[in-house]
Every structure is written in C-alpha cells, then in structure tokens.
C-alpha cells in the first residue's frame, strides 16, 4: 500500500460548471452521499483535517464539485450532496445531472466513495449512483457512516445485508462501518484511497 500523508491534503478548487474540473492527469477517488449523510464529517475524519471539507448544521449546502490533492498523483473529490428535500427543484435536477455526468464521463476517476446513514440505506438516490459506477466498471467503497448510533450486533448486520445485497459485484463494491465521532474505520477507508495512487 501506497504511504501518503492524509493530514497534508490540500483545497485545490471548487468547480460549479463542467469545464471548470481540472485538465490535468491524476486519478481521482470521489466522496458522494444524500445530504445528511456526514460526508464533509467523513472526509475530515479521514483527512485527520477537520475544517478541510465545510460541515453544516443545515444539510444541501455542498453544491459544487471539491477538488483536494492527497498525492501528486490523486486527487479526493467531493460531490455535492444530494436528496435534501428542502433545495429547491431546480437546484436538485441541476445537482443530479452534474453527479450523473461526472460518474458516467469523467475519465481521471477511478473509485467511488458512496456515503450512507448506516441507520438508512440504500435510499433510491444511492441506488442510482451505485448503478452509473456499475455501468462503468468502477470500484465502490461503501462508507456506513454514524455506526456510533447502532449497537455493535446491529452495525455488523447492516453491514452484512448491504454486503449480501451486492453478493454478484463484490469485485467491485466493498463495505464498511465509519464514525466520526468515534474515530472509527479511519485506516480502512484509507487503504481503500491509497489503492488508487499508481506510483510511475
């Protein structure tokens, strides 16, 4: 496994539009998640970089494309958040159509980290995300995050229906329980990052 300083990854830009992403040649591992997900929380927690992804009380507020640099050749990219009733319509179809062109086109990105509500999921919008990487052949990190609010005996059973649930594709889509709050899944979901860095 590739060694790389997390606590070192750096903002780079935010992209509103398309042909604002970066042209240059890195890979890409990409963070995406229905709002209230924790995914900010998550990419902090495992950056050990606390304000480095913008949390919010008030869910929907991520609505452009992050890019962060963890490794000269790999960037982390945040997603917008997606699912929160309360954006308006327009901004949800626009928010959508962004997520599903990166997924489907963007050729530098390699692997897809979905975060989900260990308490919910599998909603229908993670459903959606988890098909467009699938249509690609693209590897998905299953990031359960708030393991924190379950029992130990109810984490590890979400856990393994989520896994049987993708029993056909486990060469590609993996699971995990995370928590911020308790620090919790920090070197696995790291050593599922680190995978990605191809080393010239």
Same mark, same amino acid.
């Given at each position: 496994?590739?060694?790389?300083? !997390? ?23 990409? !963070? ?59 901004i949800r179809e626009r928010i959508q159509r962004m997520l599903g062109r ?99």
């Open positions: 496994m590739t060694k790389c300083n !997390f606590n070192q990854t750096l903002f780079i830009k935010s992209a509103a539009e398309w042909h604002h992403l970066p042209d240059n040649p890195s890979f890409e591992v990409a !963070f995406a998640g229905r709002s209230n997900a924790g995914k900010s929380s998550a990419i902090n927690t495992i950056t050990g970089l606390h304000k480095l992804a913008k949390t919010s009380k008030l869910p929907g507020r991520t609505q452009l494309i992050n890019y962060f640099q963890l490794h000269p050749k790999l960037y982390l990219v945040d997603l917008p958040g997606y699912g929160y009733a309360k954006v308006p319509e327009a990166y997924i489907l086109e963007r050729l530098p990105l390699r692997a897809l980290i979905l975060v989900m509500d260990s308490r919910h999921p599998l909603k229908e919008n993670d459903e959606i995300i988890i098909e467009w990487a699938l249509q690609r052949h693209i590897a998905v990190h299953l990031l359960l995050t708030k393991a924190d609010k379950l029992s130990h005996r109810q984490g590890q059973d979400t856990k393994r229906a989520v896994e049987k649930r993708f029993a056909e594709q486990s060469d590609l889509i993996s699971v995990q329980l995370f928590s911020s709050l308790k620090k919790q899944g920090i070197e696995e979901a790291r050593a599922f990052i680190t995978r990605w860095i191809v080393e010239e």
